[in-house]
Structures are given as C-alpha cells and as structure tokens.
C-alpha cells in the first residue's frame, strides 16, 4: 500500500496557470505509473494525464492537451501537473493516481487499472 496526497488547488480566474503535487510514500515512487485524473461537477471521473515509470512517456487528454504538462521526480517522490491557460471547463477535483501494471515505458490510460488513489484537490476556474 502506497499514500498518495494531493496538494495545489485553489480558485483562480481564466487563463491563469496552477500546479499540482502529489507527493506519495510507503512505496518506491519509481515502481509506479502515475497518472491525474478529474472529476468536474455532476460528472464521472476522466483522466487527464499520465507518466510511465521511466518519466518519458506520457499521455494527456486532447482538452488538457498543450496546456497542462506532468512530470515526476522520483528522487523527491513527487508527481506535478502544471496546468496553464486554465478554463472554467477544468473545473474539477483533482487526483493523482498510482498504477503497477503497465511496464516501465508505458502510460495508463485505463482508470480502472490504477491501484492507488489520492483524495483529491479542488480547482475551480472562474470566468
């Protein structure tokens, strides 16, 4: 069982740039693909980005894609999701998520393959 927290959210207007930190412990960092996901206002849970193992492979979701970048640093233990030119689309809570079965290279982009979950961060864009 590996903690995965979430910090970095807040309410900002349109336009303006966040980012997000998830920091874990219990595990090695390094073992795990990570990924961000969302969940906006009266809707499911999406994904919004992913990072490998290896930290060179990612994935974003064509509404984040070119606006939000996430990277990790394995010696802190540490995932980010910088978010600029937010929109009140992006609107949501926030988690990070943490996954084992995708190799070393590889992304996930399957919600249900992910093992380990934060509690979330709220972001809210305002208009």
């Known amino acids: 069982q590996i903690r995965l927290v979430e910090i970095g959210g807040g309410s900002v207007q349109t336009g303006d740039s966040l980012r997000l930190v998830c920091t874990t412990s219990?595990?090695?960092?390094?073992?795990?693909?990570m990924g961000w996901f969302r969940q906006a206002p009266g809707k499911g849970r999406e994904i919004v980005a992913s990072?490998?193992?290896?930290?060179?492979?990612?994935f974003y979701a064509d509404s984040v894609k070119g606006r939000f970048i996430i990277s990790r640093n394995n010696h802190e233990i540490t995932v980010y999701l910088q978010m600029n030119s937010l929109k009140p689309e992006d609107t949501a809570i926030y988690f990070c998520a943490a996954g084992s079965s995708a190799d070393y290279y590889s992304v996930l982009t399957d919600e249900s393959k992910y093992d380990y979950w934060g509690q979330g961060t709220q972001v809210t864009v305002s208009s």
């Open positions: 219990g595990s090695f960092f390094s073992s795990y693909t």
């Open positions: 990072i490998s193992r290896s930290a060179e492979s990612t």
